[in-house]
């Protein structure tokens, strides 16, 4: 008598293969870039409040007269750091009997620092949507760019203008959500200014253009004539949903 299949083998966990669902591509860090302090909280300097530094003053001095005189202001402002943290509980009856490919201490670390992420992400997104010296542009729904017939760089244009206006420095990020980004991408006018290349990947080494995709944040480059920028895809598109209806310009 022959034996059973199933009696010839005892299923086990596979060590080369496990299903997990994570989001790798997180911008928080990327448009606002963490700066370490020593202290939780401290102050620091701000230069030129009032941008003396941008304005002219006549130079033209006669003859023995006094050059005029020419200063700047310096004040201090503070910052305090939030203490963030989450903790997971491992048994040490789970950490004894895992089976591989399991590690209970790297899956909670992981779990642990998505979690922390994820809430950093969030933060940046409601201080950029409802924070203080934000200039933000709302569009008209004739005006939306899954229309063909809108002009989504006209609508960039005219905020990057906003903040040149404001603080004499063009934005150089600008953050979609995917959905968005894949309207974008395939818009007629962004089609045609590209010389009738779509936006497949996010980056070009088309002459007068350079906009990077999430993994290829670091290269900046003029595109359409916007000035310096970059284009940040995100692919939450609930998360920042409010980004497809408002275009939110934020000097750097």
């Not at 509980?89 to 779990?111: G, H, K, M, S, T």
């Not at 063009?170 to 290349?197: K, M, Q, S, T, W």
Request: net charge negative; glycine share 6%.
């Amino acid at each position: 008598m022959m034996p059973e299949v199933s009696q010839v083998h005892i299923d086990t966990a596979l060590t080369n293969v496990s299903v997990a669902y994570r989001n790798r591509d997180y911008i928080a860090d990327d448009v606002a870039p963490p700066i370490a302090v020593r202290k939780q909280s401290d102050k620091y300097f701000v230069y030129d409040p009032e941008r003396e530094f941008m304005r002219a003053t006549p130079d033209a001095r006669a003859p023995g007269a006094e050059a005029n005189e020419v200063d700047f202001a310096l004040s201090t402002d503070s910052y305090f750091c939030e203490d963030h943290a989450l903790e997971a509980a491992i048994p040490d009856e789970e950490r004894e009997n895992a089976d591989p490919p399991l590690q209970p201490d790297v899956d909670r670390a992981e779990l642990l620092a998505d979690k922390i992420a994820l809430n950093r992400e969030i933060a940046l997104h409601t201080l950029l949507s409802t924070g203080t010296g934000i200039n933000t542009h709302s569009l008209d729904p004739l005006e939306w760019w899954s229309l063909p017939d809108s002009d989504p760089l006209a609508h960039l244009r005219a905020a990057a203008n906003v903040v040149f206006s404001s603080v004499q420095r063009r934005p150089n990020v600008a953050v979609f959500p995917y959905a968005v980004f894949d309207v974008l991408r395939n818009h007629p006018r962004i089609v045609e200014r590209l010389g009738g290349r779509h936006l497949a990947v996010l980056r070009f080494q088309h002459p007068g253009t350079g906009v990077g995709d999430r993994n290829q944040l670091a290269q900046p480059g003029h595109v359409a004539g916007l000035g310096h920028v970059q284009l940040v895809q995100h692919h939450d598109v609930g998360k920042f949903e409010l980004l497809g209806q408002q275009l939110l310009d934020h000097g750097r």
